[in-house]
Antibody, heavy 118, light 114 residues
Framework: QVQLVQSGAEVKKPGASVKVSCKAS????????ISWVRQAPGQGLEWMGW????????NYAQKLQGRVTMTTDTSTSTAYMELRSLRSDDTAVYYC???????????WGQGTLVTVSS | DVVMTQSPLSLPVTLGQPASISCRSS???????????LNWFQQRPGQSPRRLIY???NRDSGVPDRFSGSGSGTDFTLKISRVEAEDVGVYYC???????????FGQGTKVEIK
């Protein structure tokens, strides 16, 4: 069965960087993309960007351009999301989701809480 | 970017009664291939989102048939025929037609039991 398992919770200081991993199993990793979505406490879902696991092409949300980098390691079927210059309003649960392109986000990871606090 | 607007934002429902959530897009979601890429997600308290519906009206595997999606163009609806206790949570619509540049979610509708 399809599974996306994310790395554990992180606590970071303002200005630092965080890198969250998402290990996929149960399907051919390079046949789908991975989208990253975040959710601030008590708020809705915010799409952050997408990466093709086939060729590494990316598409980032405009508001995060320049601060976010998404990568994949096809040898381990793992996707990564790095966010730099962290601010307090980056505190959120970060989700990875398998991106089936036209059909949307069909499987989700368990989420990773990133807390930004001095 | 396309803006997705849901209503209502809060929906108290009596167990066994129907519920309906509206989602409107700022642009038509009909793609050049003739399909309409509109998803619905359910997020139960403390859980990750789960896709319920894709391409407007197609239920995902394991989704009870009391959930149904409908609509076209810019207006879409998620209906629950008879609300059960396990349906409590927040429901989001998301468009996939105008992507890239971005996938966009509605604000979410919180379904709770009266």
């Amino acid at each position: 069965q399809v599974q996306l398992v994310q790395s554990g919770a992180e606590v970071k200081k303002p200005g630092a960087s965080v890198k969250v991993s998402c290990k996929a199993s149960g399907y051919t990793f390079t046949s789908y993309g991975i989208s990253w979505v975040r959710q601030a406490p008590g708020q809705g879902l915010e799409w952050m960007g997408w990466i093709s696991a086939y060729n590494g092409n990316t598409n980032y949300a405009q508001k995060l351009q320049g601060r976010v980098t998404m990568t994949t390691d096809t040898s381990t079927s793992t996707a990564y999301m790095e966010l730099r210059s962290l601010r307090s309003d980056d505190t959120a649960v970060y989700y990875c989701a398998r991106d089936a392109h036209s059909s949307g986000l069909d499987y989700w990871g368990q989420g990773t809480l990133v807390t930004v606090s001095s | 970017d396309v803006v997705m607007t849901q209503s209502p934002l809060s929906l108290p429902v009596t167990l066994g009664q129907p519920a309906s959530i509206s989602c409107r897009s700022s642009q038509s979601l009909v793609y050049s291939d003739g399909n309409t890429y509109l998803n619905w997600f359910q997020q139960r308290p403390g859980q990750s989102p789960r896709r319920l519906i894709y391409k407007v009206s197609n239920r995902d595997s394991g989704v009870p048939d009391r959930f149904s999606g409908s609509g076209s163009g810019t207006d879409f609806t998620l209906k629950i025929s008879r609300v059960e206790a396990e349906d409590v949570g927040v429901y989001y619509c998301m468009q996939g037609t105008h992507w890239p540049p971005a996938r966009t979610f509605g604000q979410g509708t919180k379904v709770e039991i009266k």
